[in-house]
């Protein structure tokens, strides 16, 4: 026998008071704690409560009563569809201004550790067409919002193909976009031809669900050098599938000849990732570069890269500045990726060594030093937590500076004592989160204090905010 559940409330007359966590906005109902998406502080609204828990709720407006002063129109005509922007209807001072605030919450509220004041957040050169990498999923089944099923003939076939963006709670499908600002446009063209081809001929979509079909993902990536490079993940069927993904490769090479790297892979795992699998060069090079000031970075498909460009040097900066260095220093960079802050700060260092998860990675930090003629860096793959030892201090010297950049669960409790053991005066940390950073400044705070704190804007329109902490041992 099943429960009947009392039905959600409606809300009425509700003013949105503040932004909160998750590019959500809050307000309160008597006690109750409202979390509310795509809206901005000062609009009054009526909300249908989509989940209730005790002492707070999450909702969805059915209705707007009064726009906010400060609200503006969003540039994308998917905004409040595809999810990925979520502040685009929020002014980008106010943006910085949430930013600053979430910052300043998450390191006082959770590291509960003595802070000096906070250097203002530095907001993004570009708030627009700033990422040089977007990946896009090819679906048989697109989404359908309520407006679009509603003009939709009765009897119509919900199954037509289409490619874009996950809808968050619905894993097997995607919303069809048609022009993302995110990026150059060139990449909207080229997407677009992509799929008026694969439907034009009969090419079939990816089924989620149940595996089959053929065009399954899009990578692109360009670079502050012009060039581009276009990644296609297939999902072979059946005989003469390659011959129809070549022919689409070759369409789009005649068409778009600023495509300098074209690659494409068959995937047959249940996943998108492509780390392990053998990726096939179909015209061009399987790389394009990058420059920061008088750097060139390779960049390949598997490589990581700070996806907002002209911000990233700007983050590179702060580190360099807090690292302070003289060029007799001994410097570790932690989870040093491709090896970009390693390779940025070599030439102001006695030594650099890196360290990095990722063997991939890895390699392509050697080949960076290697094309800029660095010879002064000495990189290693394997986990932080195993490979950062105090028996590898010991071997290859006591760092002076520490700079750790970890992903965004922070540091393993093993890695914050080898670096207490190891006790350098200074320690950068970059973090893309800054509950996780705060998590692990309040461990190391009977060693170290916290000198500098930059917040910096690497994502406009999104939540995420990337920060910079300087320690100094006390």
């Not at 890695?415 to 950073?437: G, K």
Request: charged letters at 25%; proline letters at 5%; a negative charge.
């Amino acid at each position: 026998m099943t429960r009947n559940r009392k039905p959600l409330p409606i809300l009425e007359g509700v003013t949105i008071e503040s932004v909160a966590a998750e590019g959500k906005c809050l307000a309160h109902v008597d006690d109750m704690v409202v979390f509310v998406p795509f809206v901005v502080p000062g609009d009054v609204v009526d909300l249908q409560v989509r989940k209730k828990r005790h002492r707070y709720c999450e909702a969805e407006v059915i209705k707007f009563i009064q726009y906010s002063t400060i609200r503006q129109q969003p540039m994308c005509k998917h905004f409040g569809i595809c999810g990925g922007c979520k502040w685009q209807n929020l002014p980008y001072d106010e943006q910085l201004k949430a930013k600053q605030q979430q910052v300043f919450d998450q390191l006082t509220r959770i590291g509960k550790i003595e802070l000096p004041e906070f250097h203002p957040i530095m907001g993004s050169v570009k708030t627009k067409e700033y990422r040089n990498k977007l990946e896009f999923g090819c679906c048989n089944k697109r989404w359908y919002t309520r407006e679009e099923l509603q003009k939709l003939p009765s009897d119509a076939g919900l199954t037509e193909g289409g490619i874009g963006f996950h809808i968050t709670g619905a894993f097997d499908k995607i919303y069809p976009i048609r022009k993302c600002w995110l990026m150059d446009d060139l990449h909207n063209e080229i997407r677009n031809e992509i799929s008026t081809y694969a439907k034009e001929t009969g090419m079939s979509f990816y089924d989620l669900r149940e595996q089959h079909g053929l065009l399954r993902n899009l990578m692109f990536r360009t670079s502050n050098t012009g060039e581009w490079m276009l990644l296609i993940q297939f999902h072979f069927d059946e005989e003469g599938d390659e011959e129809k993904a070549k022919g689409l490769l070759q369409h789009i090479a005649d068409k778009f000849p600023q495509i300098s790297s074209l690659i494409y892979v068959d995937n047959q795992k249940g996943n998108d990732t492509i780390g392990d699998l053998d990726l096939i060069t179909f015209k061009g090079t399987d790389f394009i570069y990058e420059k920061m000031e008088n750097l060139k970075f390779k960049v390949g498909p598997k490589s990581f890269y700070q996806t907002n460009t002209e911000q990233a040097y700007h983050l590179y900066c702060v580190a360099r500045k807090f690292a302070a260095l003289t060029g007799k220093e001994l410097v570790y960079d932690l989870y040093t990726g491709t090896g970009t802050i390693a390779n940025f700060i070599a030439d102001k260092a006695k030594k650099v060594i890196g360290i990095e998860y990722v063997p991939e990675a890895i390699e392509d930090a050697k080949v960076n030093s290697e094309i800029n003629g660095i010879d002064n860096t000495l990189f290693f793959a394997g986990d932080m937590k195993d490979l950062l030892t105090d028996e590898f201090i010991q071997k290859h010297g006591k760092p002076d500076v520490i700079i750790t950049d970890p992903p965004r669960a922070g540091m393993h409790p093993d890695v914050v004592r080898v670096i207490m053991n190891a006790a350098p005066e200074r320690l950068v940390y970059v973090s893309c989160n800054p509950a996780t950073q705060a998590r692990d400044l309040a461990l190391l705070d009977p060693m170290y204090k916290v000198a500098e704190v930059q917040p910096v804007d690497m994502f406009p329109h999104t939540p995420h905010v990337e920060n910079v902490v300087l320690l100094i041992r006390k």
